[in-house]
């Protein structure tokens, strides 16, 4: 069963562009958010990073207004770019304004959080409700979607994440004793003003980086459990960034597994509960460590333990799944949605014969099921592999234009499920 899970997941990463895309991005966040959930956890920044993420949705609404129309799978890569550093400039200004006024003891921290980021939320909904063009796509931003990532926005992330870690390591030492104790920090010649911003810097990098993963609404559990989760695992602090890197990298994986097995699942919230579940396996046996070994820490056969639990939690689920998929239908996975979403089918063939691209664009962009569905479909359709190929690249690209009249023709021959899918 196991073997076959693992097949239909790797079948798919090669036959669906998008789940690659989505995976070479969602493994590029975990490495950065889990690396920074460890400074998160130790100087208490998780309110802070809550509020940037939602204050982040002014960016979004910013960016889309100067520089995206239509829906965003049309976008060119300078579009998208525009609007991802637009983002990222409004919500490091956010953060400076957090930062400065909490440091100059204008308001408390926990009251600049509250003020700003409802402002910065309440001004990206104005902007939102006023534009009168395509706003569907933006429901992805809320709660993110692996299916939304494209080739542009990995090339986007890697360029950013690389600059990410880069200055994690430069002022590593100095973020780490500054998250550890702030006098001692100071007292020693860090400068701790800079550092401060520096962090808020990097942080709101990295959550305009993973909204589209996970969303505005729940980046912050990126930030703060993998991070907690290493805190009750080892004393060290050194092995918390290796421990957080593994929790979230086991999330990532096992979340995105668990979402191709239900194609009805969301793969952000699922990876958040992936990381929670993991977190309460720590909890439990740090629990069960400090009662009845007390002084000793075992990181290693903790690691071990927690990670065990959660792969067999994931199989269990997994496993389930596909074994009830299978035992409702005589196809498989793939072969269920292409039969269920035959109007679907319909939709896709007469949009491309009939040249109602922009239709068929705002379609894939507000509904990403749809891609994966339709993406199944044509590979079950009586065509050449020639023929899907084509098709496979038009979906994954928008470029509809570029299928050749023969493959259109080839697409109209029938729209019978008897026909049209082997």
Known sequence: MIQQILQQFYHDLGTMPVLMHGLQAAVLISIICSTLSVFVVLKRLAFIGEG????????????????VSGPMIEQSFFSRLGMDLTTIIFCVLVAWLIGWTSRQKIISEDTSIGIFFVAAMAFGIILISLRRSYTADLFSFLFGSVLAVNGSDV?????LSILVLALAVVFYRQMFLFCLDEELARVTGIPVGFIHYALLTILAVTIVLSIKIVGVLLIAAFLVIPGATARMLTYRYRDMFLLSNAAGLAAVLGGLILSDIIPDLPSGPTIVIGEFVMFILAVIWSRLRDRFIPGR?????????????????????????????VQSSSVS??????????????????SVQNGHYKQLNSRIDSDPEFVELLTRRIKQAKLDPDSKKILLDAVNTAD?????????????????TSNDVE
């Open 400 to 416: 509809w234009r570029s299928i050749p009249q023969k493959v259109i023709e080839k697409l109209s021959i029938g729209f019978s």
């Open 155 to 159: 090339y986007i992330t890697a360029v």
């Open 333 to 350: 996975v793939m072969q269920q949605g292409s039969v269920l979403k035959d109007a679907d089918w319909r939709f896709f063939v007469q």
């Open 297 to 325: 820490q075992l990181t290693i056969v903790g690691t071990v333990l927690v990670l065990a639990g959660y792969v067999g939690l994931l199989w269990s689920i997994s496993a389930m799944a596909y074994a009830s998929n």
């Open 52 to 67: 940037i993420a939602h204050s982040a949705l002014g960016g979004i609404a910013i960016g889309v207004v100067l520089f």
